[in-house]
């Protein structure tokens, strides 16, 4: 999952930079004029783009498929993302466009743009919901028996009444710190918590990785680590008699690859961010270096994840990381365990709810441009804030409802995801360009997607 966070000193162009309607082209441009930032700011920005609560269900892929196929899994879309940016990147200094959005609307007219626009809406609503339920999972937990930070502060005393449910708890979350954080009509008051939510988020992909090491140094790992595709009986939920062959288990690597393609996406704030830049033109040296750091963190996490859990890995791996495990099995001091616990929960929330005020705005934006064909900043107050708690009460309903992230994540991954990351490139080369090897990779990558999108969706509901 992803987080489109432009550059801090030009929050307020963001909400303008996913949508923005071919009259809004030179008051957008007047904003990205305003600031500037450095090739150092622009790689910062855009990993905060990239990384996401996404990151937590990584370890899951590993589980699923191996260490060797997940890394190489990784890779790829690795690879693949970066070829799709440039391509985006391409197109849009082609057409002076000030945004993805408007590169489409340009090529394949209205149409196209809604398209698009749906597409973006379903990605950031998505994660928006994946956010909420990552949230109910660190400070609730899951019933029966809540492991959550909450209940365990009550010393489980209270695990049934109703102030420690799911519902509950994100509900004063979403009035009392996402609700306020949303009144003001500017990202500025927002920025100020981004880079401390890069830093915590580095912060939790070093504990995990310490705790991995800590595993394997004392004999601690899990005893069913497959570095190539596990035997069905030894995977999460795995069992022989459903007659689950190594064959089958192949057949999950679109689900994997959906997901890290989640995990990737980035595609529509490459160009707000490249113009923020004082060198527009380094933007293309930007993408690689911050795909390529955010290659090396979903590495870490994911099989530090999955050498500390093994087959028991789940969707979100922080349901894996509770005082008993980090307690027992690692044979740390109890006191110095529930500082861990508690400390890589709280450390992850505040980000989260962050991230999860900062997906709104393109959320908004693009149902404004979808239903009132205006930017979201154009509108009053009465049909602004309308839209805004439309959004947050239908993440918080769906969080509350749907509390796997995983098939959350999974199906984003193989519709939005695949449909902004690479049908709309390839389809922005195949329309612009006759060269053959040109052609052939805009086949493929069309090809590609549609693979994945069947595959992962046959595999997920079928």
């Keep these: 999952m992803t987080s489109p966070i432009p550059a801090l000193t030009q929050f307020p162009t963001f909400p303008l930079s996913l949508s923005l309607p071919n009259r809004d082209a030179g008051h957008h441009q007047r904003l990205t004029n305003a600031a500037s930032s450095g090739v150092q700011q622009a790689i910062s920005n855009l990993i905060v783009t990239i990384v996401g609560a996404g990151m937590l269900a990584l370890p899951r892929t590993i589980e699923e498929v191996g260490v060797i196929p997940g890394i190489l899994i990784f890779i790829i879309v690795g690879f693949t993302t970066l070829a799709s ?13 000030p945004s993805y959005g408007s590169i489409v609307k ?127 009986s030894e995977r999460h939920g795995g069992d022989d008699d459903k007659g689950e062959s190594r064959l089958d288990i192949v057949a999950t690597c679109p689900t994997v690859f959906s997901v890290a393609c989640l995990a990737f996406t980035c595609q529509f704030n490459l160009i707000p961010i490249q113009q923020s830049m004082k060198v527009p033109t380094e933007m293309r040296t930007v993408a690689k270096v911050a795909l390529s750091s955010c290659a090396i963190i979903y590495i870490l996490m994911a099989v530090s994840g999955y050498v500390l859990f093994g087959s028991n890995t789940e969707g979100d791996v922080l349901k894996n990381l509770t005082l008993d495990y980090v307690s027992r099995h690692l044979s740390m001091p109890i006191h110095l365990a529930l500082v861990i616990v508690d400390g890589v929960g709280l450390m992850y929330c505040w980000p989260l709810m962050v991230n999860f005020v900062l997906k709104v705005w393109p959320g908004r934006e693009a149902v404004s441009d979808l239903l ?61 360009s006759h060269k053959a090897g040109v052609r052939v990779r805009a086949y493929l990558m069309i090809l590609g997607a549609a693979i994945v999108a069947t595959l992962a969706f046959t595999g997920k509901l079928g």
């Excluded at 440039?86 to 082609?94: D, V």
């Excluded at 990351?421 to 612009?432: M, N, R």
């Design 85 to 97: 940016a440039n391509i985006i990147l391409h197109h849009g200094h082609r057409l002076s466009a």
């Design 106 to 232: 340009q090529e394949f007219g209205r149409r196209g743009e809604i398209v698009l626009q749906c597409a973006i809406l379903m990605h950031v609503f998505g994660v928006m919901v994946v956010y909420l339920i990552t949230i109910a999972d660190i400070l609730v937990g899951s019933s029966p028996h809540p492991q959550g930070i909450l209940p365990r502060l009550f010393n489980h005393k209270y695990d049934d009444c109703w102030f420690l449910t799911r519902w509950f708890v994100l509900g004063v979350l979403s009035l009392g710190i996402i609700g306020p954080l949303l009144v003001p009509r500017s990202l500025t008051s927002v920025a100020k918590f981004s880079k401390l939510g890069v830093v915590l988020i580095l912060a939790l992909v070093c504990i995990i990785t310490g705790l991995a090491a800590v595993a394997l140094v004392n004999g601690k790992a899990a005893d069913d680590l497959h570095f190539f595709f596990p035997p069905p």
């Design 372 to 432: 009132l064909q205006k930017s979201a900043v154009e509108l009053g107050a009465l049909p602004f804030y309308s839209l805004t708690a439309a959004l947050v009460l239908g993440a918080y309903v769906l969080s509350v409802l749907i509390p796997e992230m995983y098939l959350i994540t999974t199906m984003i991954g193989a519709t939005a995801c695949m449909c902004l990351a690479y049908i709309f490139p390839a389809a922005l080369d195949l329309k612009t």
